[in-house]
């Protein structure tokens, strides 16, 4: 980039990715939010390298650069993970950018650099134990906890994707200095086509805190199909077998969102849930939506889906099939749902990160799209 369209308000930020989870879509669909107005993204990765397609996805919204890196969740201790904050900060001196947008706390721990820092918490395995198993990190966990504290400690603001996902921060970590709420997005548009009758959910189903097994045995008890997309195999062996509910495996995005707007019902029985993007692009097409009875489904969709108790596959049936047997309160609560996406529009989630990249820089970046 030069000096010229620098001068002109033109700003470059360094954003790490990965490409295991929800970060991804996160980060690609904020990059395209901020081209607008004149944000750059450099994307950092880190941890299993991505597919073809998404590799070309990243580099039509910015630059793409790979590093040799683990992510902390998927690492066997500290010592795999001391040298990422240098290959981020050598990255960000190398390709002159102008601040450092992390989405993982960890990334930041010590790092030097003379560039602003933000970072942005999408979930950690310390939230992950009190809400899963209601404890803390086990003793040969607990490095992440330091890590993750001394991130929070170096970054000049630290975001959450939820107000709930703040509270349990801050229950877990003690108070954070300069802490926010930025709602996440979708880059997915609004959706009236016919609706089929099935149930669809989507998820991380080897990790535990989804819940994938609460939502299988419920597919015993279901009339309408369960599909469930998602990968049921993890990293370090973790695996669920599917034996009621239709596993259609890891879908593209593009296969996600043909599904999403078809479902008549879109579940999710997450027992760990900092904001959950597969419940807002299921709302954005216009789905009945059920949900886990957590704090942050309840923060963001109150009025707008049917709660369920997460550990009663029975709970999860019941809901689906007096939803299948009445179609005019289905469509009621789908409708309700998309007006209540609306509030998580991309517009609102760009002109919110470039006010914190500006009070972050002390100077301004542009908030107006052209």
Known sequence: ?????????????????????????????????????????????????????????????????????????????????????????????????????????????????????????????????????????????QWQYRLNQAGFARAGMVIAPSSSHASAMEAAYGPISNLSVVYNSTALDPSNEPKQDFVLAAGRWWDEGKNGAVLDAAAAMTRWPLKVAGANGGPNGQYLQFRNADHCGELSRERMKVLARQAAIVASPSIYEPFGLAALEAARAGAALVLSDIPTYREIWNDAALFVDPYHPKAFADAFNRLADDPQHRVALGQRAQERSARFSLEAQAQAMCAIYSGTLGHTFSTAAE
């Open 1 to 141: 980039m030069t000096t010229r369209n620098r001068s002109r308000g033109h700003r470059r930020v360094l954003m790490t990715v990965d490409a295991v989870g929800g970060v991804w879509s996160y980060a690609m669909d904020l990059a395209a939010a901020l081209k607008p107005r004149h944000v750059e993204v450099v994307f950092a990765g880190l941890g299993p390298a991505p597919t073809t397609d998404k590799i070309a996805e990243a580099n039509r919204l910015g630059t793409l650069v790979w590093l040799e890196a683990p992510l902390d969740w998927m690492a066997g201790d500290e010592a795999a993970v001391a040298e990422v904050p240098r290959l981020i900060a050598d990255l960000a001196r190398r390709t002159k950018v102008d601040l450092l947008h992390l989405n993982l706390p960890s990334q930041a721990a010590g790092m030097e650099t003379d560039l602003p820092v933000l970072v942005v918490s999408h979930s950690c395995v310390v939230t992950w134990f009190a809400a899963v198993r209601g404890s803390e990190v086990p003793h040969d966990w």
